[in-house]
């Protein structure tokens, strides 16, 4: 489904990924682990179109994104919820999951995909007429997921969805990203809770640095003294 190979980015003269190869499936949940400013969210800015890598290739489904404009890459079917969620906080919970419908493919289906969506999360149904603002954390992260789903994805790019987030709520927030894994989708996930990520992935790449160091099935990553160490705890 996406394919990237030996990708590097740079910002000006810093360069922040050294030749990044990775894959993600159809239905496949894969996770990217490693230090703050390892590059994690920078490759998502770049699949998603927002940087331009200075060499290497991405593929989604047979197309190029390398040169595509962000707005294009969208149309294919690639959804990113930034860091933070990036609602609008004046616009109820209705209104910015419409927003999220905007393509012209998603637009009319825009009825069914929130009947789907309020089923799948029924309190944004509860509070559709609420500004984004009076949200709890955990119900705008809910919310920023709920509108990613809006434009009839293939593949959804988190970053950190746990990001500020106290520990109770981050267990919710990973209920809800099993939920939309459940339902099918591709999902491409940069995470700092490691563990909780992990047990939600099939596979898992270790950045550090802007390069990849491992990668392979979470069964793999889970029993790897090195991450236990570094980036679980244990």
Do not use: C, W
Not at 51 to 74: C, K, W, Y
Not at 93 to 111: I, K, M, W
Not at 172 to 201: C, D, P, T, W
Request: no cysteine.
């Amino acid at each position: 489904m996406l394919e990237i190979e030996k990708v590097s980015v740079f910002y000006g003269e810093f360069q922040a990924i050294f030749d990044v190869s990775l894959r993600v499936s159809e239905g496949e949940t894969v996770i990217t682990v490693g230090p703050n400013g390892a590059g994690k969210s920078t490759l998502l800015k770049t699949i998603s179109g927002l940087l331009q890598p200075r060499s290497g290739s991405i593929t989604f489904l047979g197309n190029r994104l390398d040169r595509m404009p962000a707005h294009e890459i969208v149309e294919l079917g690639i959804a990113q919820v930034p860091e933070g969620g990036r609602l609008f906080p004046q616009l109820s919970v209705y209104e910015n999951l419409r927003v999220g419908s905007f393509l012209p493919r998603a637009r009319g289906e825009a009825t069914a995909t929130l009947k789907e969506i309020y089923g799948l999360f029924p309190i944004l149904d509860e509070r559709k007429r609420q500004y984004a603002d009076t949200l709890s954390g955990g119900e705008r992260q809910m919310l920023a997921i709920a509108r990613s789903l809006m434009s009839r994805p293939k593949l959804i790019l988190l970053d950190e969805p746990s990001s500020g987030l106290a520990p109770r709520v981050v267990t919710r927030v990973f209920e809800f990203v099993h939920q939309i894994k459940s339902q099918g989708y591709a999902i491409l996930m940069v995470e700092q809770n490691v563990r909780k990520g992990l047990q939600l992935s099939d596979r898992a790449y270790l950045i550090e640095s802007g390069r990849i160091v491992k990668e392979g099935p979470r069964k793999t990553f889970l029993e790897d003294d090195y991450i236990k160490k570094a980036y679980i705890g244990l």
